[in-house]
């Protein structure tokens, strides 16, 4: 490249003074680990040595595209076809939640400088989520059930995760109410739907083994009806 040096006087010519310019590559996090505990992945890694911020993206198969120089990915975009944004920023741990079960995710990171500049390479890991049950609950009044015994069925540990979320728990024999420290149900019986008051959205997992008995018997009055399978279910069915 030249650099052109101008005068304001007439008398003195333009002089073009030719200079040489390196652009450094952008070194890649390195040391990148995952680690499964069911429904979540814990990610750590090592910032290169400028320090640089990562960007990190996730799929279900070992494909990433490269991210474009120039371009800001926003959490939650996709990187071309292949790699969905679940971090950007300085830290050198993430955890990735509610994920699917039974399910490898791949993960990739790269560094970033100047806020859309990306190092070559990245730093890769897989793991692989547990054998479980993810629930997840909307805001509000909704049904819940599982297909899965749980290996500890008292209430207070079925739904430990929910403990700030939840606000009470029916069935046709009775409720739970934690906050008021009262449970007229005892155990999460998996032949038994419950209808359950969410004060924010969350999801928990069920831990156990998929119910061998596929029986549901209805009483006289209300009855909260299971879905034993793991598959979807259309109401009518």
Same mark, same amino acid.
């Given at each position: #490249?030249?650099?052109?040096?101008?005068?304001? !006087?007439?008398?003195? #010519?333009?002089?073009?003074?030719?200079?040489?310019?390196?652009?450094?590559?952008?070194?890649?996090?390195?040391?990148?680990? #995952?680690? @499964?505990? &069911?429904?979540?992945?814990?990610?750590?890694? *090592?910032?290169? %040595?400028?320090?640089?911020?990562?960007?990190?993206?996730?799929?279900?198969?070992?494909?990433?595209?490269?991210? &474009?120089?120039?371009?800001?990915?926003?959490?939650? %975009?996709?990187?071309?076809?292949?790699?969905?944004?679940?971090?950007?920023?300085?830290?050198? %741990?993430? *955890?990735?939640?509610?994920?699917?079960?039974?399910?490898?995710?791949?993960?990739? @990171?790269?560094?970033?400088?100047?806020? *859309?500049?990306?190092?070559? !390479?990245?730093?890769?890991?897989?793991?692989?989520?547990?054998?479980?049950?993810?629930?997840?609950?909307?805001?509000?009044?909704?049904?819940?059930?599982?297909?899965?015994?749980?290996?500890?069925?008292?209430?207070?540990?079925?739904?430990?995760?929910?403990?700030? !979320?939840?606000?009470? &728990?029916?069935?046709?024999?009775?409720?739970?109410?934690?906050?008021?420290?009262?449970?007229?149900?005892?155990?999460?019986?998996?032949?038994?739907?419950?209808?359950?008051?969410?004060? !924010?959205?969350?999801?928990?997992?069920?831990?156990?083994?998929?119910?061998?008995?596929?029986?549901?018997?209805?009483?006289?009055?209300?009855?909260?009806?299971?879905?034993?399978?793991?598959?979807?279910?259309?109401?009518?069915?």
């Amino acid at each position: #490249a030249n650099i052109e040096v101008v005068t304001d !006087e007439p008398s003195k #010519a333009i002089t073009l003074i030719p200079v040489t310019m390196t652009v450094q590559p952008i070194d890649p996090p390195t040391d990148m680990t #995952a680690i @499964a505990d &069911l429904s979540t992945i814990d990610l750590a890694y *090592s910032l290169n %040595e400028a320090g640089n911020d990562v960007i990190i993206a996730f799929n279900t198969v070992d494909a990433f595209d490269q991210p &474009l120089n120039g371009m800001e990915y926003l959490v939650g %975009e996709v990187i071309g076809t292949n790699g969905t944004v679940i971090y950007h920023g300085p830290m050198t %741990e993430f *955890s990735h939640t509610d994920l699917l079960p039974n399910t490898t995710y791949y993960y990739k @990171a790269w560094s970033v400088a100047l806020s *859309s500049v990306y190092s070559a !390479e990245g730093a890769t890991a897989n793991a692989t989520t547990g054998d479980y049950q993810l629930i997840c609950l909307p805001e509000g009044w909704s049904g819940v059930s599982s297909y899965k015994v749980p290996e500890d069925p008292a209430l207070e540990a079925v739904l430990s995760d929910l403990s700030e !979320e939840m606000v009470i &728990l029916l069935s046709n024999n009775g409720f739970y109410w934690p906050s008021q420290n009262v449970n007229l149900l005892g155990n999460w019986d998996t032949q038994m739907g419950y209808k359950i008051k969410m004060n !924010e959205a969350k999801c928990f997992t069920m831990v156990g083994n998929m119910t061998e008995d596929k029986t549901v018997v209805l009483t006289p009055g209300t009855n909260y009806i299971p879905v034993l399978c793991d598959q979807p279910v259309e109401a009518q069915e």
